[in-house]
């Protein structure tokens, strides 16, 4: 199937898409918290804190700067390829194929952190795109995109030994589109169309449902940790809530980009010493609670092996099996892998896109 260049324009925004009624959207999602099932809200001990639960960074010890923090990711080694030919070679052939879902994402976010505070510069892209039928005039197309650019500032105060408040504030700019195309639809409003005219339509009427604005989002998280003795975990239990009131944006030259909705988000880890420089780690999470979705959807649980200078991971997200593992040369360098699955479908296992990451940090003394 042929696509145009400029039906393509809304992909390379760094597009993203999903089943209208089935991806869960989150705003941000880490490698190493993926990797543990994306359970890691009441963990939060290392530079994605900000993004998961700022009252962690009140248990911060020391100064750290991730001079260089790059995320890369997509749904397979195949789709970076063709993306790679499309960016650099202009060549748009079979970049998107018809029912293989396309994902991919580009993070960077240089970040200081020191106990009670951090700061952030960062563009957060990710992109999605699913045609499902290889003839386009009974296809159906699913797409969600976003790109930002913005500052995050976030606080972390201890209230007490066991109980800490943090809060997050972004400024961001966003480019975004949030759209469920069906061509028959489509043809019906428009009138019997050609196929290089039914390209220009659909471009067209996307264009109609996009924008870029600016907008200022909040996050407020709690965490309480509980000593159980000598022998035994130390358990932490926290609450989130992103995106307070939702986050809406004043649209730039044209629409406004579709608003966040505020997500309540709570968890729980077990953390277990295992020796000099080792713990194991246990998370549980529920998150977009009070939300119309199935239970298993909210689900998030992980298990982590973390020594000094590396760490392994596993877990469950939305029901799917996630792992990793990271690679840590101390003070300058720290490297993340990841594989992990969404839930597609409006229920339960009904259509899994899987997701490979890669995460390069190198500074001074990285978290």
């Given at each position: 199937m042929r696509l145009t260049f400029k039906f393509l324009l809304v992909v390379l925004l760094t597009s993203g898409s999903a089943f209208a009624d089935g991806l869960v959207r989150e705003?941000?999602?880490?490698?190493?918290?993926?990797?543990?099932?994306?359970?890691?809200?009441?963990?939060?001990?290392?530079?994605?804190?900000?993004?998961?639960?700022?009252?962690?960074l009140a248990r911060v010890k020391g100064t750290h700067f991730n001079l260089f923090d790059f995320t890369l990711g997509a749904d397979s080694l195949g789709t970076l390829g063709k993306f790679n030919k499309a960016i650099f070679d202009g060549d748009f052939n079979n970049l998107i194929s018809a029912?293989?879902?396309?994902?991919?994402?580009?993070?960077?976010?240089?970040?200081?952190?020191?106990?009670?505070?951090a700061l952030s510069l960062y563009t957060n892209s990710r992109g999605y795109f699913n045609i499902q039928d290889s003839n386009i005039f009974n296809a159906t197309a699913d797409v969600y995109a976003?790109?930002?650019?913005?500052?995050?500032?976030?606080?972390?105060?201890?209230?007490?030994?066991?109980?800490?408040?943090?809060?997050?504030?972004?400024?961001?700019?966003?480019?975004?589109?949030?759209?469920?195309?069906?061509?028959?639809?489509?043809?019906?409003?428009?009138?019997?169309?050609?196929?290089?005219?039914?390209?220009?339509?659909?471009?067209?009427?996307?264009?109609?449902?996009?924008?870029?604005?600016?907008?200022?989002?909040?996050?407020?998280?709690?965490?309480?940790?509980i000593p159980t003795g000598k022998n035994g975990p130390m358990v932490q239990l926290a609450a989130v809530v992103q995106d307070i009131g939702q986050t809406s944006f004043t649209p730039i030259g044209g629409n406004a980009p579709p608003p966040i909705k505020t997500s309540y988000n709570g968890g729980i880890a077990l953390i277990y010493d295992a020796g000099k420089n080792a713990h194991f780690n246990?998370?549980?999470?529920?998150?977009?609670?009070?939300?119309?979705?199935?239970?298993?959807?909210?689900?998030h649980v992980g298990l982590e092996y973390k020594h000094r200078?590396?760490?392994?991971?596993?877990?469950?997200?939305?029901?799917?099996?996630?792992?990793?593992?990271?690679?840590?040369?101390?003070?300058?360098?720290?490297?993340?892998?990841?594989?992990?699955?969404?839930?597609?479908?409006?229920?339960?296992?009904?259509?899994?896109?899987?997701?490979?990451?890669?995460?390069?940090?190198?500074?001074?003394?990285?978290?």
């Open positions: 705003p941000y999602e880490g490698v190493r918290p993926t990797g543990m099932g994306n359970a890691f809200i009441a963990l939060a001990d290392d530079a994605n804190a900000p993004w998961y639960n700022p009252a962690a029912n293989q879902p396309t994902d991919v994402r580009f993070t960077f976010k240089p970040t200081f952190i020191t106990k009670y505070f976003f790109s930002d650019i913005g500052l995050q500032v976030s606080v972390g105060l201890p209230i007490s030994d066991y109980f800490s408040f943090g809060a997050t504030v972004r400024g961001l700019e966003r480019s975004a589109v949030d759209a469920h195309l069906t061509t028959l639809d489509l043809l019906a409003s428009l009138g019997g169309l050609t196929e290089a005219a039914f390209e220009t339509a659909a471009y067209d009427q996307l264009k109609k449902m996009s924008g870029t604005g600016y907008g200022i989002a909040g996050d407020v998280g709690a965490l309480v940790s246990f998370a549980f999470d529920l998150r977009h609670n009070f939300e119309s979705i199935p239970f298993a959807k909210m689900t200078f590396f760490s392994l991971r596993t877990g469950l997200s939305q029901g799917y099996f996630s792992y990793g593992a990271s690679f840590e040369l101390l003070p300058h360098t720290k490297v993340h892998f990841t594989s992990y699955a969404d839930e597609l479908g409006s229920g339960w296992h009904q259509s899994a896109q899987r997701y490979y990451l890669m995460q390069l940090s190198i500074g001074f003394n990285p978290l």
